[in-house]
């Protein structure tokens, strides 16, 4: 496709200055948790972490992709409110959380403001 695009379609496409951020997380439970905790661990981080935060997730229990529940981009404060949320729990042994991203294009960097 022609890199010289109106601005139309380069916000249809969520390109250049449309580029939308957000972030992956893993999640990793110690062994032998039960299925209903893992459950209520993760609807807890649904609702307290990312919903109450203006965010969405998409993925499951053990990998999501984090953005913004609106059109736009996911926040440096935002990531780091989930990262705070997550250090303060102990229902999981080991989480990671990816620098922001493009969540349309993961392998298009990231645009400098």
């Not at 990793?28 to 109450?52: H, K, N, Q, R």
């Not at 229902?91 to 620098?99: A, G, R, T, Y």
Request: aromatic share 8%.
């Amino acid at each position: 496709m022609a890199t010289n695009r109106s601005r139309r379609l380069r916000k249809k496409l969520c390109v250049d200055e449309f580029q939308e951020l957000g972030f992956e997380l893993q999640l990793s439970y110690p062994e032998g948790t039960e299925d209903a905790a893992i459950e209520a661990f993760f609807a807890d981080l649904v609702v307290d972490a990312i919903e109450s935060n203006g965010m969405a997730l998409i993925g499951g229990e053990e990998f999501a992709v984090i953005c913004s529940g609106k059109r736009g981009s996911v926040t440096e404060e935002q990531r780091a409110i989930v990262d705070a949320w997550l250090k303060a729990r102990n229902e999981v042994s080991s989480f990671e959380i990816s620098p922001l991203l493009d969540v349309w294009y993961p392998d298009n960097p990231v645009a400098q403001a």
